[in-house]
């Protein structure tokens, strides 16, 4: 049933029973925006993926489509997109190569990008850079309110697409103006790829309202969204006619039937033709079954947001009471609550030292570089983030 802002805050939260497997309750996990907590829902649908198979052995598989459409049906809703189409894979990583594979790289030699992005994007186009595959443009990430204009000033007729981020991996600051980088896009025949990894299930990310229908979308179940390893997604747009390299037999499925000539290449329709080979199900099986977890608890992307506004807010408003050393550990002030995403991020020189004493204590965040990061969760209360920010005190 659906529940209220003061229903999770509260101990015990009211989202925590469905948590038994992981102890929600009784740890303090704070690394909500790497790794959430998974609901029993899905353990029980990993059993259900088992018995499926011993049942039908090979024909298994509708059964497993099944499930996948749901999963792909439900990344879609969390979009709002009516227009485009979605395919899955085990990671965003085999989307994006899929994607640059699909590129016209001969002709337009130039990717466009930000040097902030997560290491799927990072580091394989600095390895395609290294070999003079394609010139690759980085533009800073800082400060975050500049990111799309400076993207948009970038692309030209040689750029083939711009690679950007929804949400910055790092610090946890929302890239405001993308519209302005799909509307360069359009106007020179570029690309747009969105990451929405740190996106969705933490802020809603509506496509056409934000003026993203014709960018292609990558993302995932893996962190707000609870589904665990496995569900990667690729939203492409309305009218998708580029013909990926490299694909699995899956991406001429509708295909498979019809006559083809020697040596031609067939791809199916809409985002399918980025579509990869034999899959294990059982992701596809835990995802549907949390996605249909969340639809009962009435954990739409609203609510999310307002739950980790307050979440976020709480962290922030603990650390300033606590009055400890700039030269420490501090938050950077000039960011607007509505900037922030699902997390919040701390700078500090001994980061990963005070992420490890901070597991000493039974406080799980995580760092990256000098940055800290404390990552809630719906299914946290309000006792259990005050507790782990004081903690920091300690440490300090």
Not at 29 to 42: E, K, R, V, Y
Not at 144 to 156: M, Y
Not at 370 to 384: E, H, I, S, V
Request: glycine content about 8%.
């Amino acid at each position: 049933m659906p529940h209220t802002l003061a229903d999770l805050r509260r101990f015990p939260n009211a989202l925590s029973p469905h948590y038994v497997s992981f102890r929600v309750a009784e740890r303090r996990l704070l690394t909500g925006h790497s790794h959430q907590a998974w609901p029993d829902a899905g353990f029980a649908a990993q059993q259900e993926a088992w018995r499926d198979a011993a049942r039908l052995v090979d024909d298994k598989w509708p059964a497993a489509f099944a499930k996948a459409e749901r999963v792909a049906r439900g990344f879609a809703a969390l979009l709002e997109d009516e227009t485009g189409d979605v395919t899955l894979a085990a990671n965003t990583h085999e989307l994006v190569v899929r994607f640059l594979s699909a590129l016209p790289l001969r002709e337009r030699p130039r990717l466009l990008t930000t040097d902030g992005e997560f290491h799927t994007i990072r580091r394989q186009l600095d390895r395609l850079a290294e070999e003079r595959v394609v010139e690759v443009v980085k533009v800073p990430a800082c400060p975050c309110d500049g990111i799309a204009e400076r993207l948009a000033a970038q692309v030209d007729d040689r750029t083939a697409a711009v690679l950007v981020s929804a949400v910055l991996f790092e610090r946890g600051l929302v890239v405001p103006g993308l519209d302005r980088v799909a509307a360069a896009c359009a106007r020179h025949g570029a690309e747009l790829l969105v990451d929405a990894y740190h996106a969705l299930g933490a802020i809603p990310f509506p496509l056409r309202a934000a003026g993203l229908d014709g960018a292609f979308v990558v993302g995932g179940g893996y962190k707000y969204l609870q589904m665990g390893e496995g569900n990667g997604f690729l939203r492409t747009p309305p009218g998708c006619a580029l013909r990926p390299v490299l694909t699995g037999w899956f991406a001429e499925f509708g295909e498979l039937s019809a006559a083809t000539s020697p040596g031609a290449v067939r791809y199916a329709t809409g985002a399918a033709r980025f579509a990869g080979a034999t899959f294990d199900p059982t992701s596809a099986y835990r995802g549907a079954a949390v996605m249909d977890f969340f639809a009962a608890q009435g954990l739409t992307p609203a609510f999310l947001r307002e739950v980790s506004r307050h979440q976020v807010g709480l962290l922030a408003e603990t650390f300033h009471a606590l009055d400890l050393d700039p030269a420490v550990v501090r938050l950077l002030d000039d960011v607007q609550p509505r900037e922030r995403g699902g997390f919040l991020a701390l700078t500090a020189p001994a980061a990963g030292r005070l992420c490890a004493a901070l597991k000493e204590r039974g406080v799980l965040t995580d760092s990256r570089g000098t940055t800290l990061r404390f990552g809630p969760a719906p299914y946290l209360c309000d006792a259990q983030l005050t507790a782990a920010m004081r903690m920091l005190a300690e440490v300090v």
